[in-house]
């Protein structure tokens, strides 16, 4: 497989978000496979819409138009015929027009850009980068990443310079290229005051997959945290509930368990908290995400796995501020703000990954012969599995 380096991406009216991800995906393998699968049937459906809502709308004005046509040549022509038949000839084509006008217009303004903007920038990204050893992408405009972001309903506007958020972007993107987790089993555990079990519940599969898991940083005031904490947390954690299945118990803890085990997994790590003053940013470091050990499945397969790209957002507020990626080409670490690329050694990669808000990481082959390394600190870093 050929490696290229990454290529920056000029930040056109706040476009950080956009570009942090796109990174991501046009250069982590994983996500230049499910860019592949991403479907072009939406686009020809989008444009046979298109048709028939621009004919509703043509003939809908003129409809319109006949009916005004009728509503001024009312008076000669109930001189001529019977006047309450021309007096009410207008009321049905101006009712049906206006109908027809309002609900073509609307469908046509908001349906017509579908994958086409995120595929062609891939591709145009991809193009260069076979051409370039480094530097900026001059055919990828990020305002195609926002449009293609707002046909998904993912931006609250069209506004050209509006701060996003980028975990809805990749979320969209793996479920419209079908690049999804696998499915999870629930299973309920009911205990008395003495913290005996007293019911668990059948374990029960999930009907649709996720895109990507949602890790909450339990403690805001810790100095740091470590990764499989977070990971423990998200797939067993009390629920509080009771629902009067076990009169006796106090308490519930719900655990979480994917079906198979996956080859690669989207993550992000909720960095926002409520207070006194309202939504704040929480600052929290994160140890141990390079490398780690994934809970078993139902089968009690366990994986280890390594982070090959993550966004990390810059600044205080959660309303601002600046997204940057880091992503690992082959075996050389890249940070990529927005149209900077700066090569970085796996040791800086490793430090900023401790703020890290998104991050992909994929399974490791921890033979001895390969990566001795990599399932040491695997091992040393997930005392918890998850």
């Not at 009216?13 to 393998?29: D, K």
């Not at 009728?70 to 007096?87: D, E, G, K």
């Not at 193009?127 to 931006?155: C, F, H, I, M």
């Not at 810790?222 to 009067?244: K, M, T, V, W």
Request: charged share 20%; hydrophobic share 35%; glycine share 8%.
């Amino acid at each position: 497989m050929d490696i290229h380096s990454p290529l920056g991406l000029v930040n056109v009216s706040a476009n950080c978000w956009g570009n942090a991800t796109f990174q991501c995906i046009a250069n982590l393998p994983a996500y230049k496979e499910a860019a592949e699968n991403l479907p072009n049937e939406e686009v020809s459906s989008v444009v046979e819409t298109d048709l028939k809502v621009n004919a509703l709308v043509v003939g809908s004005y003129l409809l319109l138009g006949i009916g005004l046509a009728l509503a001024f040549s009312s008076v000669y022509l109930a001189l001529l015929f019977n006047p309450v038949v021309a007096f009410s000839s207008p009321t049905l084509p101006i009712a049906l027009g206006a109908l027809g006008i309002q609900q073509g217009t609307p469908t046509s303004a908001q349906n017509k850009v579908g994958n086409r903007p995120l595929i062609d920038a891939i591709s145009a990204y991809h193009n260069e980068q076979r051409l370039s050893p480094e530097g900026t992408v001059s055919k990828v405009d990020s305002q195609e990443l926002r449009k293609w972001a707002y046909a998904n309903k993912l931006v609250d506007s069209s506004s050209e310079s509006s701060h996003q958020d980028p975990a809805p972007f990749l979320g969209r993107f793996l479920e419209n290229s079908g690049h999804t987790l696998p499915l999870m089993t629930s299973t309920r555990t009911y205990y008395d005051e003495n913290g005996l079990i007293v019911h668990q519940t059948e374990p029960t599969t999930e009907n649709t997959p996720a895109s990507m898991m949602t890790l909450q940083i339990p403690d805001q005031t810790a100095n740091y945290h470590n990764f499989d904490q977070l990971l423990h947390a998200g797939f067993a954690f009390e629920s509080g509930e009771n629902r009067g299945v076990a009169p006796t118990a106090v308490r519930s803890s719900i655990s979480k368990t994917f079906v198979t085990t996956p080859d690669d997994i989207t993550g992000q790590i909720n960095l926002t908290a409520w207070n006194e003053q309202g939504k704040v940013k929480i600052s929290v470091p994160v140890r141990g995400l390079a490398h780690f050990v994934g809970r078993a499945d139902v089968f009690g397969n366990k994986t280890h796995y390594k982070t090959d790209g993550f966004i990390v957002h810059e600044g205080g507020g959660i309303d601002g501020g600046h997204y940057v990626s880091y992503v690992l080409v082959g075996d050389q670490w890249w940070k990529m703000n927005d149209d900077k690329g700066t090569r970085i050694t796996r040791q800086e990669a490793e430090k900023q990954m401790e703020n890290t808000y998104i991050f992909h990481a994929v399974k490791e082959d921890v033979s001895w012969g390969k990566s001795f390394k990599g399932m040491l600190s695997g091992i040393l870093g997930s005392k918890v599995a998850w």
